[in-house]
């Protein structure tokens, strides 16, 4: 408990604290502005961290992140587009019970879930994280690689649209993690004869292309989305207690659901807050009220789609596994600043990952407090055209890919990604899978590559060990589930036929 | 040439187990173009690793992992190309019009002419980004000219604050 007290009580300095509040700030901004994305700010950032001490870097981006997944219920509640896909379940909602002229109180059940569901998320992150990674560090390398399969398998067979197109984008996404020079044999593969392919594609301009140019790309294509932005002002925004009161069961419920789909690898807020409405909805007395203004409905979709932030982070801190997208740019960041993810991240960087955990807590204290006192000043940024904030944003990922290695290539990598990213977006294919494919490849290859050197090429471990075993049978069933439960839809539709 | 239309065409007898539902075959899809996208990307990784020596010490080799991670992207594609093809055709979402086209190559194409100009160095960068996003927001928005003015200033005062500040106090060699 010492080192989190500490952390913690370090982080309330001047410049530690300023990151926090600055990140919080930022994402919730950015999260409010439909179609700016938390990845997309955190991606465009990533590349002035390197001139940042690590643990200001780490909490800024944490800010970001927690700011980002609660902002989008601002535009999702007073303009009926969600900021962000977590927000996607208090539109319907939010936006009715604001159109019935209550849109602070809509607001103001949204922040307070937020909170409770960011604070219960946070318990779980700082009680489990430290046991999880211990246990971690005994896992051998075909453990390791054998959780890394079934966190692909897990995040393309839930993300959004077909599960064949999740996986293509996983494995397309481990593809471009190939190219450059083979760090076990010490042999260049898949460069093509190409120099600067060598070292391979760095990690950020391709997560800029991907999630900066590829959404701008899309969103000129799909054209600007316009609607009425209803007003609001702060006051009457806090919930009363009568509101705690009665809502209690379904907040700490909703949380719980959503910071156990944050743990599990590569699973966004946006299925958190999905699974946490279905839920609230099937248990509450009052279901005709869901879809029609209901309180309950956003205090479930706030609460789990807050509870995955830190929920998500536990994987990432005790493991090196990715709990989200967002999770796998924090990935990023910290390799940009020489630290290894991993079971040994607890032990070799402490101080660090202590930091991180206060600065989830941190930052879902400060957006509590922002979020309520500036969501009139903030709605008024739904109203900035995307035409004028696109054409910047591609500036600002140039001047990105350049802070990497002050080479052009990497302009061209940052387009040619970029290019990837609306052909994926038109073809639906989701980009998560594809990012976490991408970082989590390298790792995959060398654990298995080593785990079969000490056993010299022998792979049966992989289904004798029962670690490794149990996770390659869920990655198994994860694949052949929807099949399964297809035909059984089909055959109990053709029973009752009959 | 990718846009969601659907064509109409008789049902195939390859398909006929199918029989009594009318099928619209999608002839050029996005799905179609990112599955062969992904076709041609894993014959060229294939074709590549032909060159890389078997292994010595290591069991299995630096092309292995890759080698079957290009016949798995393979196998999916062809999945995801064979069942867009047999799929009923979906209503077209209305998005992605003539003209929605045209702007994205316009702006696509404008985006190249701006990494052409950092990549050969022809133009300073605080020039070159204020003249790109006078170009950008000028054709995107389509302006009032009293507006023009505005985006003038505003394209410069980003172009050349950024080069100052990314030069200047974080260190970054810009073109």
């Known amino acids: ?498 | 040439m990718f846009g969601n239309q659907g064509v109409t065409a008789p049902v195939s007898p390859f398909f006929s187990f199918d029989a009594g539902v009318s099928m619209k075959i999608r002839v050029v899809g996005p799905d179609a173009v990112f599955a062969i996208l992904c076709i041609l990307l894993a014959a060229a990784v294939l074709w590549d690793l032909r060159t890389v020596p078997p292994p010595v010490f290591d069991p299995i080799g630096s092309a292995a992992v890759p080698r079957a991670l290009a016949w798995l992207m393979i196998a999916f594609s062809l999945w995801v190309l064979i069942s867009g093809l047999i799929r009923k055709a979906k209503p077209a979402e209305g998005k992605g019009g003539r003209a929605q086209w045209a702007a994205m190559i316009c702006v696509a194409a404008i985006t190249l002419v701006y990494a052409v100009f950092i990549t050969f160095a022809w133009l300073d960068f605080g020039i070159v980004s204020a003249l790109y996003l006078f170009a950008t927001i000028t054709f995107l928005e389509r302006p009032p000219y009293r507006q023009i003015p505005f985006i003038l200033l505003l394209s410069t005062g980003i172009g050349f604050g950024c080069d100052h500040v990314f030069t200047q106090f974080f260190f970054i060699d810009l073109p």
């Not at chain 1, 007290?5 to 700030?25: N, R």
């Not at chain 1, 649209?161 to 044999?185: E, N, Q, R, W």
């Not at chain 1, 956003?298 to 995955?308: F, K, L, P, Q």
């Not at chain 1, 049966?460 to 049978?473: D, F, G």
């Open chain 1, 1 to 498: 408990m010492t080192p989190l007290i500490d952390s913690f009580v370090s982080l309330l300095a001047p410049l530690p604290f300023f990151f926090v509040a600055l990140g919080t700030f930022l994402g919730i901004s950015m999260g409010a502005i439909p179609g700016l994305s938390g990845s997309m700010l955190i991606t465009l950032l990533l590349p002035l961290t390197y001139f940042m001490d690590t643990t200001h870097a780490i909490v800024l981006l944490i800010g970001i992140y927690t700011g980002t997944i609660s902002g989008g219920l601002i535009s999702a509640t007073l303009l009926k587009i969600p900021g962000t896909p977590a927000a996607v379940m208090t539109t319907f909602d939010g936006f009715p019970m604001a159109q019935a002229g209550n849109p602070g109180r809509a607001l103001g059940l949204g922040i307070g879930a937020s909170f409770v569901g960011g604070l219960v998320a946070w318990i779980a992150l700082a009680t489990l994280s430290q046991p999880i990674s211990d246990l971690a560090t005994r896992f051998s390398p075909f453990d390791y690689f054998a959780l890394i399969v079934m966190a692909l398998v897990l995040i393309s067979s839930i993300s959004q649209g077909s599960m064949v197109k999740g996986l293509l984008s996983a494995i397309l996404g481990t593809l471009f993690a190939i190219p450059g020079v083979d760090p076990s044999a010490g042999i260049p593969r898949v460069t093509f004869g190409w120099v600067s392919l060598n070292a391979g594609f760095n990690v950020l301009p391709v997560l800029i292309g991907l999630f900066a140019v590829g959404q701008m790309l899309t969103d000129i294509f799909e054209g600007e989305r316009k609607g009425t932005v209803l007003r609001v002002n702060s006051g009457a925004m806090l919930m009363r207690l009568s509101d705690w009161r009665r809502q209690m069961v379904n907040l700490l419920r909703s949380s719980v659901i959503g910071t156990w789909i944050g743990i599990l690898p590569g699973i966004g807020a946006n299925i958190g807050s999905i699974v946490a409405y279905a839920v609230a909805r099937n248990m509450s007395k009052k279901p005709e009220r869901f879809g029609k203004g209901s309180e309950e409905g956003i205090v479930a979709s706030e609460a789990a789609n807050n509870a995955t932030v830190s929920g998500a982070l536990i994987p990432l801190v005790a493991i090196g596994i990715p709990g989200s997208v967002i999770d796998a740019l924090l990935i990023s960041a910290l390799m940009i600043h020489s630290i290894q993810p991993g079971p040994l991240l607890f032990k070799q960087n402490s101080e660090l990952v202590w930091a991180m955990i206060s600065a989830a807590l941190l930052s879902n204290i400060l957006m509590f407090f922002m979020m309520s006192a500036l969501v009139a000043p903030l709605s008024r940024l739904m109203r900035l055209p995307k035409n004028w904030l696109m054409p910047c944003i591609v500036v600002f990922a140039v001047i990105g890919a350049f802070a990497v290695n002050n080479r052009a290539f990497d302009v061209w990598v940052v387009l040619g990604f970029g290019f990837l990213g609306f052909i994926m977006n038109r073809a639906k294919v989701p980009l998560g899978p594809f990012i976490i494919g991408f970082i989590l490849a390298p790792l995959a290859e060398s654990k298995l590559r080593s785990g079969l050197m000490t056993t010299a090429g022998d792979w049966t471990p992989l289904v004798t060990e029962p670690l490794p075993l149990t996770l390659l049978l869920v990655s198994i069933s994860l694949l052949f589930w929807p099949a399964v439960s297809g035909w059984r839809r089909r055959h109990s539709g053709r029973v009752s036929k009959e």
